[in-house]
């Protein structure tokens, strides 16, 4: 039942294409109230289910605000920037090292001057020209114009967690907000950054989805993200203060691409921004690749993809449900890759790069959180193989009292512990920033 493919689902947008197009009126009509019918016996189901455990089974529904809809009737899904918007001025960061040169070359000046300007930015994090005297005084600020426009600024700063997490609102060259968290832990500082601004997957639970998306950031957009979360570092603004050495001794070391967006439809450019974080200085930040964390709701043929880059980065797969009768719902692109193919292509990366993926699934009150599911989950993954995945349940970054509530912690504990049971290694994920609207989105959409 739960594992129906596209071709069986008599409710895909490709089943219910192919027969509008072919068939008469009456028939679609009848094939319509049939996709109905089966609608609401797979919902009497999975609350028949519910009602087992003891449980209900709340829906989701989009709560003080209206999901934008398709002309299918189904949730809209944007893969493209809205029409007419301007991307960012090139800076630095979007250019190999050879390309800076080619730049420099341009403006009159030798190549040499490409890894003065690169060790600025990615080794000490400034734009200041005052700051550059290896470079000639009179030219300063005309490079530095033309090799760094201002792409983020500043908007709001909120310190949380005794100082240890700091979530930024930065205002872009056209107007558009965009969030990143910094959060540090024993080990290292990992920095939460955002890939678009806005999003197209308009899932319901989340805030950044609401207003759709406007555009793709540029990679240089995304770095900068990286490289002003260094420079406050460096300026002492994790709590603690500047450890010693300065700016070398604490930066940024873990990406997670759980900002804003759907990083995979923004692929090249989050591509080039991974190079970008990998590359050795001074050419970029001399990251290490493990360390980066892409996450996706589930681009079947851009994870594939992301298989074949030959790069180490770690895979992670926003389910939210194992089942497509509510992952329908809960991620609307689960209408063009069901559940069972996004698993498929999150164990193809494994299998491709060795490396193991993480699942990630927020736990939300009566929604997806039933000992069932857990269950299902844990025989989905299991049938695929063993020790290619790990689980990582986060509590849903609720608005209390609505149909969206974290879940219960006695719950949370049971679906963690039948996963566990069931030999799949599962990790409750903290929620850092909380009270300053830690949620994706959550901020740009106060403002
Ligand atoms: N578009 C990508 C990455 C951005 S969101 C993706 O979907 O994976 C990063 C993670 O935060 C995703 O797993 C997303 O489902 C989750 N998320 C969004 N809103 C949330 C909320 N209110 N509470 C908990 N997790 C949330």
């Known amino acids: 039942m739960e594992t129906m493919t596209t071709s069986e689902n008599p409710t895909a947008p490709d089943a219910a294409e192919h027969s509008r197009s072919r068939t008469s009126e009456a028939v679609a009509a009848r094939a319509d109230r049939t996709a109905k019918h089966d609608e609401s016996d797979k919902r009497r189901m999975s609350e028949r289910r519910a009602e087992q455990e003891g449980r209900t089974q709340v829906r989701p529904t989009a709560e003080g605000w209206t999901q934008a809809m398709a002309p299918d009737g189904r949730p809209k899904l944007e893969f493209k920037s809205k029409p007419r918007v301007s991307q960012p001025p090139v800076h630095l960061a979007d250019l190999s090292l050879p390309e800076r040169q080619a730049k420099l070359k341009e403006l009159g000046l030798p190549a040499f001057r490409a890894k003065q300007l690169s060790v600025h930015y990615f080794q000490h994090y400034t734009t200041d020209p005052e700051t550059m005297s290896d470079l000639p005084k009179e030219r300063r600020s005309e490079l530095v114009e033309a090799m760094f426009p201002t792409l983020l600024t500043e908007v709001k700063r909120l310190t949380t967690d005794n100082g240890d997490t700091i979530k930024f609102l930065w205002r872009l060259f056209d107007g558009s907000l965009v969030e990143s968290v910094l959060m540090r832990y024993p080990g290292r500082v990992t920095l939460c950054v955002s890939s678009q601004c806005g999003c197209g997957m308009n899932c319901p639970f989340c805030a950044t989805g609401q207003a759709g998306l406007t555009r793709n950031m540029s990679a240089a957009e995304i770095l900068d ?4 979360a260094n420079r406050v570092i460096a ?3 994790l709590k603690g203060g500047r450890r010693d050495g300065g700016h070398d001794a604490e930066r940024v070391t873990n990406i997670v691409f759980m900002g804003m967006g759907e990083p995979l ?8 921004a991974v190079h970008r974080m990998i590359d050795d200085a001074p050419e970029g930040l001399g990251m290490s690749a493990r360390n980066i964390t892409v996450s996706t709701v589930g681009l079947v043929p851009a994870i594939n993809k992301l298989a074949e880059e030959n790069i180490p980065i770690t895979f992670a797969l926003s389910l939210h449900a194992p089942d497509d009768e509510l992952r329908d719902e809960l991620i609307p692109v689960n209408s063009r890759w069901k559940a069972d193919e996004a698993i498929d292509a999150a164990y193809n990366y494994y299998r491709t790069t ?26 989905k993954l299991n049938a695929r193989g063993r020790g290619w995945v790990h689980v990582n349940p986060i509590p849903l970054n609720p608005t209390p009292g609505s149909v969206w509530t974290s879940s219960e912690p006695d719950v949370t504990d049971e679906f963690i512990n039948r996963l566990i049971d069931a030999g799949i290694p599962t990790t409750l994920r903290d929620t850092r920033g909380k009270e300053i609207d830690g949620a994706c989105g959550q901020l740009a959409a106060a403002e």
């Open 235 to 237: 300026e002492g603004g």
């Open 354 to 379: 060795g490396r193991r993926v993480s699942i990630e699934y927020a736990l939300i009150k009566d929604m997806n959180d039933h000992a069932w599911r857990a269950d299902l989950l844990a025989k």
């Open 225 to 228: 993200q990286i490289v002003q």
């Open 265 to 272: 439809a923004n692929y090249k450019r989050v591509m080039t």
